[in-house]
């Protein structure tokens, strides 16, 4: 029988996802992982495994989550970027740790509750496809993938929506099925991001002026860590609404301005995945989310000398946001993504 190593949160999704292994015919080892707080859903995820009928184990990783997502998330705050933790965490925190364990117990596989679906091409390279249900498509979570990872990876859910994901475990019983979805930054704990590095920062950010993209002096900010690209609230009271449209570290200065303002068709991604391990070196068209939740835009990709990418998008894009990932897509395939370091106003 083939052997899984589960990331078995204690939500819907994963316990789910141990059931539908357990149908496909593989014996599942499930893996919770304690990356921050208290370990008080130790009872809950027990829980699942016992109803299913698998072995659970409990891995406390806080120190290496603190160390490889939680200080480079305060850094990059104080750096006056905005980062997308969750795609790092993927690749660095938790499938290091389910590859790791299932090597450990010789397990072949190892499997998560993502919404994304996986296709082996011809050439027998893995490829990462959008989920069928596109209101919960996570593709872009796992962006920074890489063959020898996906090369052992089950995704069970691809081809489910969260409805029937829920009715699944309804039917089998399970106290989970109506449990909340769970917070894109785990370690928040539904609290506001600025609150926590006002919290965990070694150095709070410091203040600094407020300038009109006119540049009139408005005001003081209270560090670029609370602001980010499109932000309206905590601005300067004006004839019109402001938003956020440059975080200058340069000199610590906020710049707003008016809507009209607000945007750029061309930006720069650098620290790039691609998921078949082979770069392009010519310009693609392809399209781009530059956020989780953002829609598609068609753009053309222009490979750099120095590794990064430039991209020029079909229309304005108003929230181009350093430390953002974007993700390239080719219709609902999913091909790499990289770290957005700089919009070209």
């Given amino acids: 029988m083939k052997k899984v190593v589960l990331a078995l949160s204690g939500g819907v999704d994963s316990a789910i996802a141990a059931h539908l292994l357990q149908k496909q015919g593989?014996?599942?080892?499930?893996?919770?992982?304690?990356?921050?707080?208290?370990?008080?859903?130790?009872?809950?995820?027990?829980?699942?495994?016992?109803?299913?009928?698998?072995?659970?184990?409990?891995?406390?990783?806080?120190?290496?989550?603190?160390?490889?997502?939680?200080?480079?998330?305060?850094?990059?705050?104080?750096?006056?970027?905005?980062?997308?933790?969750?795609?790092?965490?993927?690749?660095?925190?938790?499938w290091s740790a389910i590859l790791q364990k299932?090597?450990?117990?010789?397990?072949?596989?190892?499997?998560?509750?993502?919404?994304?679906?996986?296709?082996?091409?011809?050439?027998?390279?893995?490829q990462i496809w959008k989920a069928a249900d596109p209101a919960k498509?996570?593709?872009?979570?796992?962006?920074?993938?890489?063959?020898?990872?996906?090369?052992?990876?089950?995704?069970?859910?691809?081809?489910?929506?969260?409805?029937?994901?829920?009715?699944?475990?309804?039917?089998?019983?399970?106290?989970?099925?109506?449990?909340?979805?769970s917070q894109d930054l785990c370690f928040l704990a539904c609290t506001d991001y600025r609150d926590f590095l006002r919290q965990h920062s070694e150095q709070p950010p410091l203040s600094g002026p407020i300038y009109h993209t006119d540049g009139r002096l408005l005001g003081q900010h209270e560090g670029l860590a609370y602001y980010t690209i499109g932000q309206r609230r905590g601005l300067p009271s004006a004839t019109e609404a402001l938003y956020v449209i440059e975080k200058r570290k340069s000199d610590n200065s906020l710049i707003v301005g008016f809507l009209r303002d607000l945007g750029s068709d061309?930006?720069?991604?650098?620290?790039?995945?691609?998921?078949?391990?082979?770069?392009?070196?010519?310009?693609?068209?392809?399209?781009?989310?530059?956020?989780?939740?953002?829609?598609?835009?068609?753009?053309?990709?222009?490979?750099?000398?120095?590794?990064?990418?430039?991209?020029?998008?079909?229309?304005?894009?108003?929230?181009?946001?350093?430390?953002?990932?974007?993700?390239?897509?080719?219709g609902d395939q999913l091909l790499g993504g990289g770290v957005i370091v700089d919009a070209i106003l």
Avoid at 75 to 91: E, F, I
Avoid at 102 to 126: C, M, P
């Fill in 26 to 94: 593989y014996q599942v080892y499930g893996l919770n992982l304690l990356t921050w707080g208290d370990d008080n859903q130790r009872d809950h995820v027990q829980e699942i495994a016992d109803n299913l009928g698998f072995p659970v184990e409990f891995l406390d990783i806080r120190k290496e989550f603190k160390a490889q997502v939680i200080q480079p998330f305060i850094d990059a705050y104080q750096d006056g970027l905005t980062p997308s933790p969750c795609v790092s965490c993927n690749r660095q925190i938790k």
């Fill in 266 to 330: 061309t930006f720069v991604v650098d620290q790039v995945n691609w998921i078949s391990g082979q770069s392009f070196h010519e310009p693609m068209q392809f399209d781009v989310k530059i956020r989780y939740k953002a829609l598609p835009v068609e753009v053309t990709i222009k490979p750099q000398a120095d590794g990064r990418i430039l991209v020029t998008s079909s229309k304005l894009l108003r929230d181009i946001t350093p430390g953002q990932i974007a993700a390239f897509y080719l």
């Fill in 137 to 181: 498509d996570q593709s872009y979570m796992l962006c920074f993938l890489t063959q020898q990872m996906l090369k052992r990876t089950v995704l069970p859910l691809g081809g489910y929506t969260k409805p029937q994901i829920r009715q699944i475990a309804a039917e089998l019983g399970l106290a989970v099925s109506n449990r909340p979805d």
């Fill in 102 to 126: 299932a090597d450990q117990i010789g397990a072949d596989y190892v499997a998560t509750g993502h919404y994304a679906r996986l296709e082996i091409a011809k050439n027998g390279f893995s």
